[in-house]
C-alpha cells in the first residue's frame, strides 16, 4: 500500500498566487491516497473565501496569528494525518505526476526522511530556481547553496543534474518530508519566522542518522520571493541571523569557534562592502542580525536542550569541503561544478 500524502500549502495574503497556481496542485495526479490542504496564516485579504469557494476539495486549517513559515507549519501539521506531508509554497505550479517519483525515491530509501523534487524558475522555465534548484548544500563556514545556484547565479537546466544524489538540506519550497521525522525531530524552530528553517531541521534529521535526498524525476515551477524578494533588508537580516544561530545549534562544539569567528570577519566585510556600495540599509541588516544573534544566546541557547549527537561536518552529506564565496568571488568559479570536484563528498 502506498503512503498517504497530504500537500499543505502555507499561505498568508496569497489570493494572487492562488488563483495562478492552486489549479496545477488540485490537478495532481498519484495512486494512493492524497489531500491537499490550505494552511492560513490569518490573511486580511478574501484568500481562504476564495479557496473555500472555487477549489472546495482543498481542506482549510485556520492559524491564529502569522507566525511565519516556521511556526505557521508547526501549527498547521498538527492537525494533518498523513505518511508524508509535502510543504509547498502558494507561488509554486506543479506538473500533474510530481508526487508519485519523490514518494518512490522515499520508500525505496527508508532511511531518508526528507526529499524535494527539481526546482525550475517559473518565469524562466528551462533554468533552476534559487529556492532550491537541484538541492541545497553547505560549505565548510556553513554558507548555503545549491547544485544549479550558487549566491545569485543559476544555471540552465541541460540535464547536468539528473541523477538521485544525498543533499545537506532540501528546499521548503517543495518539501517532502515524512511525518514521523517531522515531528520526532520537534518541527521546524520557531524562533526562525522564516528563511533557513528547512537547511536547521535538515541539519538535525542529518544528525539523528537520516539522509536527505534530490529526486529529479519530479519537476515543479517556482517564482521565488513571494513573501520577500531578493535584495529585501528584511530577508538579509533573517538569512544572517537565522545561519548565524542554526550554526550555534548544530555545530560540533570542536568546530564552532573557528567557523563563528571566521564568519564573523566575513560578514562584517560583507556589511563593509554594503556601506559602500551605498546600501546602508543592508548593513545595518547584518548588525541587526548579530545583535539578535547573541540575544538569542543570552536568552533561548542557554536553556534549549539538545539530546542530537554533534556530527562534524565533514562526516555529513551535501557538504563541499571549502569556502564557497572565495571559489565564487576570487576563482570566478560560478556552477557547481566548476567549484572543485576535490571539493564534493
Given amino acids: 500500500m502506498l503512503p498517504t500524502v497530504a500537500v499543505v500549502i502555507l499561505n498568508w495574503n496569497g489570493k494572487g498566487f492562488l488563483e495562478k497556481f492552486l489549479p496545477s496542485v488540485c490537478a495532481s495526479v498519484y495512486d494512493g491516497q492524497l489531500d491537499i490542504y490550505l494552511a492560513d496564516n490569518a490573511s486580511t485579504d478574501d484568500s481562504v473565501a476564495f479557496t473555500e469557494q472555487h477549489f472546495p476539495a482543498v481542506k482549510i486549517i485556520r492559524n491564529a496569528s502569522n507566525s511565519g513559515f516556521a511556526g505557521g507549519y508547526n501549527e498547521a501539521l498538527q492537525h494533518v494525518k498523513a505518511d508524508i506531508f509535502v510543504l509547498l509554497n502558494q507561488d509554486v505550479e506543479v506538473e500533474p505526476n510530481w508526487i508519485g517519483p519523490v514518494v518512490k525515491h522515499m520508500l525505496a530509501n527508508p532511511d531518508m526522511a526528507a526529499c524535494q523534487p527539481k526546482l525550475r524558475a517559473w518565469a524562466e522555465r528551462d533554468s533552476f530556481e534559487y529556492a532550491g534548484a537541484a538541492g541545497g548544500w553547505m560549505d565548510i563556514l556553513g554558507y548555503t547553496f545549491c547544485r544549479g545556484r550558487i549566491l545569485y ?193
Avoid at 528563511?195 to 515551477?221: F, K, N, T
Avoid at 565533514?314 to 571549502?322: A, K, N
Wanted: glycine fraction near 8%.
Fill in 153 to 345: 547565479t543559476t544555471e540552465k537546466d541541460n540535464g547536468q543534474y539528473d541523477t538521485p544524489q544525498d543533499i545537506f538540506w532540501a528546499s521548503g519550497a517543495a518539501l517532502f518530508i515524512r511525518s514521523s521525522a517531522f515531528f520526532e525531530a520537534g518541527g521546524f524552530d520557531p524562533y526562525f519566522f522564516a528563511h533557513m528553517e528547512e537547511v536547521d531541521l535538515c541539519w538535525r534529521l542529518q544528525r539523528a542518522g537520516y539522509r536527505i535526498g534530490y529526486c529529479p524525476d519530479s519537476v515543479v515551477y517556482h517564482v521565488g520571493g513571494g513573501s520577500l524578494p531578493q535584495g529585501n533588508p528584511r530577508k538579509l537580516y533573517l538569512n544572517f541571523r537565522n545561519n548565524l544561530i542554526m550554526l550555534r545549534k548544530n555545530l560540533h562544539f570542536q568546530e564552532q569557534w573557528i567557523i563563528l569567528t571566521q564568519r564573523l570577519a566575513l560578514d562584517m566585510m560583507a556589511a563593509a562592502k554594503s556601506l559602500v556600495s551605498g546600501k546602508p540599509k543592508d548593513m545595518t541588516a547584518i548588525f541587526r542580525a548579530y545583535r539578535d544573534y547573541y540575544r538569542w544566546r543570552r536568552e533561548v541557547d542557554q536553556n534549549q536542550p539538545d539530546t542530537l549527537p554533534r556530527k562534524r561536518l565533514f562526516d555529513l552529506q551535501g557538504v563541499f569541503h571549502g569556502i564557497m564565496i572565495w571559489r565564487y568571488y576570487f576563482l570566478n568559479r560560478r556552477k557547481f561544478s566548476e567549484l572543485s570536484k576535490s571539493g564534493k563528498k
